[in-house]
């Protein structure tokens, strides 16, 4: 098979994969999105309030929800959108528009080696996990990877990022439990200098995001590095549990508060009916979404696309007559 072809099987596989991991939301949204699959049926304020019910039962948020059924009303009024089935196909081209911003290649720059990524977010969010899944993705593209153990708070955060570098044959630099996140960054970054590493992956202490001394430690690990290199870290990827709904937007504003988000990463997409959230940080947040994560496998983590994950998101006609009749 050639690289084409296995990349075309990868990225259909892919998208099947998506379109079962937001079965939740698609199923939550086909309540109110599914009569306009009618196609031929007139357009009526019930239908109206049953759509925007719908997103906002999936956390699409309340300030994007007004702004794109504002825009539906409008062009229902002035008799652009007359049947349901137009209705609906206009609802997919102003999702897909509304998640276009958040559209950003994540690329490695190679004049800076090592390329120093940073991983916040909160505990349970698939912090480790994303981190030896990303350090797959670079390994697919020929990079050589280390990755730093910095979630010294946590020792099983440790000892399943060694996993993850015995499972990829990538060096993990970690020290005991309870020690100086901030040292064990450093010795990563400058082990990375002396080798010749290309990317250096470093885990960070979760917990919750109001905690003054994690936002204080974090600042600190930024301060250590940038000994280093003053330009470090190249990046700072929060992960994001999409189950948490509207309260990603907080964690957002407090991390990047804290040493400044360049990125997001959404998991766990598959477990959730409120992947819609991705729409309200769109609208209120404006941080690229650089990858998804739809699964437990190393490579359910994939580059964010807005038309397909919208086009898997939409339910179809045939889901909706699916639908026990109680939804």
């Avoid at 109110?32 to 304020?45: C, M, R, T």
């Avoid at 477990?271 to 496998?297: D, N, Q, S, W």
């Amino acid at each position: 098979m050639s690289d084409s072809a296995r990349d075309e099987e990868s990225s259909g596989g892919f998208w099947r994969k998506l379109k079962s991991g937001l079965g939740k939301t698609r199923g939550r949204l086909a309540e109110g999105v599914g009569n306009l699959l009618l196609g031929e049926k007139e357009i009526d304020e019930e239908v109206l309030d049953e759509l925007e019910t719908s997103l906002l039962l999936t956390d699409v948020g309340v300030d994007a929800t007004r702004e794109i059924m504002d825009t539906l009303r409008s062009r229902v009024r002035r008799k652009e959108l007359n049947k349901t089935g137009a209705l609906y196909e206009a609802l997919a081209v102003l999702l897909k528009e509304l998640l276009q911003p958040l559209a950003k290649p994540w690329t490695v720059d190679a004049r800076k080696k090592p390329f120093v990524v940073f991983f916040v977010g909160v505990n349970g969010v698939g912090k480790t996990t994303t981190i030896g899944k990303l350090a797959k993705y670079l390994q697919s593209e020929g990079r050589q990877v280390m990755l730093a153990a910095g979630d010294t708070f946590r020792a099983a955060a440790v000892e399943q990022l060694q996993r993850w570098g015995e499972r990829n044959d990538v060096t993990v630099i970690a020290q005991r439990q309870g020690s100086d996140s901030a040292s064990v960054v450093y010795d990563a970054v400058q082990a990375a200098q002396a080798r010749g590493i290309d990317v250096v992956l470093a885990d960070t202490a979760g917990r919750l995001q109001a905690k003054t001394n994690l936002m204080q430690e974090l600042a600190k690990i930024k301060r250590v590095v940038a000994r280093l290199d003053p330009d470090a870290p190249h990046e700072v990827l929060l992960v994001l549990d999409a189950g948490v709904g509207q309260n990603a937007l907080s964690q957002v504003r407090e991390f990047d508060a804290a040493v400044g988000v360049t990125g997001l990463v959404v998991t766990k997409l598959d477990g959730t009916a409120k992947a819609g959230v991705l729409f309200a940080i769109a609208r209120e947040i404006g941080k690229p979404v650089y990858f998804i994560g739809v699964g437990e496998g190393i490579d359910d983590l994939r580059p964010f696309q807005p038309d397909a994950f919208v086009d898997a998101l939409l339910p179809s006609l045939e889901e909706r007559d699916a639908l026990p009749e109680d939804t």
